[in-house]
Structure formats: C-alpha cells, structure tokens
T-cell receptor, first 115, second 111 residues
Framework: GAVVSQHPSWVICKSGTSVKIECRSLDFQATTMFWYRQFPKQSLMLMATSNEGSKATYEQGVEKDKFLINHASLTLSTLTVTSAHPEDSSFYIC???????????FGQGTRLTVV | QKEVEQDPGPLSVPEGAIVSLNCTYSNSAFQYFMWYRQYSRKGPELLMYTYSSGNKEDGRFTAQVDKSSKYISLFIRDSQPSDSATYLCAMSSGGSYIPTFGRGTSLIVHP
C-alpha cells in the first residue's frame, strides 16, 4: 500500500503555545488529505478535509482559527494547533488519497499532550 | 440511526478461529468499502478495499459486500494473537470520497 508519514509521533507542549503536525505522502500524489482526532477507545472524528491548493473544509464544531490546515503541495499537509490548551490533548491522525482512488492511507498518528 | 453501525465488541476468540466482523449501513449511495486495522496508539492500516458488491480475498482476509442488504463483512481465517486490534469499516460514495467510519470492533485473539 501507499505510504503516509506523519511527524512528530508525539509532542508535549505548554499551554498557550502552538504545535505543527506534518503529514506527507511519500510515494503518491495526495489530492485530498483528511485530518482526524481520536479519543481513547473511540472512533475517528473527522476534523477537516483539504484538497491541494484549496482551503480546507472543516466539519461542524471544529474551530478553523484554532486548527489551521494547509495543503500547499500534492505531498504535504500540515495541521497547526494554535494556542493549545489541555483539552486539545488527543491523538491526531491524517490520511491521504490520490486522484481517482477512493481508498485512503493513514499516517502513524500524533499524540499531543498539552500541559 | 448512524450511517454506519458496527458492534464495538470486544470479540474474543481462540487462536486459529475464523473471525467474522460486520458493518451495516443506511446510505445506498455508498459504493466503496474499506476495512482498516488499528493497533493501540497507531494510525489505521488499510487491509481491504472493495468496490460495489462481491467478494475479495487477500491471504487470510476475505471481504464481502452485499449492497442489497447494506451489509459488509470481513472474515479472518486462522486468526493469530497478532490479529488482536480494532477493526474499522469505512465506506464512501463517488464524488467527495469522504469516508464514513464505523466505531470499530475490538478483536482479541487469545493463544
């Protein structure tokens, strides 16, 4: 299968600071990338969908000014959690799909802890 | 009613058993069906992808789609302790291809 690399795998930051998470498709062009949040023992919660060169489409209830998503190239999307607070602590996962391919491939996930 | 229903389990089976995991859905527009495996604290891994109705086999895994019943299944033969994980079904329609996920079934294969 295709490879999606997500970095960092874990991060601890202080309350009020910003954190950037990168998601890269290594062997295919990702026309669409998805960002999810996952709480323990729960399923994936879609936060936003981004298409290369376009603004991200956020799901209802997700603050776009807090979770900044950039999809500037066909292989890279970033999620920046701005002014992080302890309630933002979670597991964030990206996935990517190529043009004409419905199946999406996931990154390894990033565990964010805000202290 | 959720668009995709999946029993969270846990499902506990002995090593070597045949495992059956299932999802039902309500949106008749779904055409693409995926199964993912997720280990604890890891991102989901794509196991199987099928389009429309029918069967698909890959090693010990078989995916079945019955669109008339809006029911999909994943069978695991000769289950191993390393198969212990959460299995997520996902499906999407043409156009946006935004996947809708089930909540996942926790599988435990004990030696």
């Amino acid at each position: 299968g295709a490879v999606v690399s997500q970095h960092p795998s874990w991060v601890i930051c202080k309350s009020g600071t910003s954190v950037k998470i990168e998601c890269r498709s290594l062997d295919f062009q990702a026309t669409t990338m998805f960002w999810y949040r996952q709480f323990p023992k729960q399923s994936l919660m879609l936060m936003a969908t981004s298409n290369e060169g376009s603004k991200a489409t956020y799901e209802q209830g997700v603050e776009k000014d807090k979770f900044l998503i950039n999809h500037a190239s066909l292989t890279l999307s970033t999620l920046t959690v701005t002014s992080a607070h302890p309630e933002d602590s979670s597991f964030y996962i990206c996935s990517a799909r190529g043009r004409g391919h419905p199946e999406a491939f996931f990154g390894q996930g990033t565990r964010l802890t805000v202290v | 009613q959720k668009e995709v229903e999946q029993d969270p389990g846990p499902l506990s089976v002995p090593e070597g058993a045949i495992v059956s995991l299932n999802c039902t859905y309500s949106n008749s527009a779904f055409q693409y069906f995926m199964w993912y495996r997720q280990y604890s604290r890891k991102g989901p891994e794509l196991l199987m992808y099928t389009y429309s109705s029918g069967n698909k086999e890959d090693g010990r895994f078989t995916a079945q789609v019955d669109k008339s019943s809006k029911y999909i299944s994943l069978f695991i033969r000769d289950s191993q302790p390393s198969d212990s994980a959460t299995y997520l079904c996902a499906m999407s329609s043409g156009g946006s291809y935004i996947p809708t996920f089930g909540r996942g079934t926790s599988l435990i294969v004990h030696p």
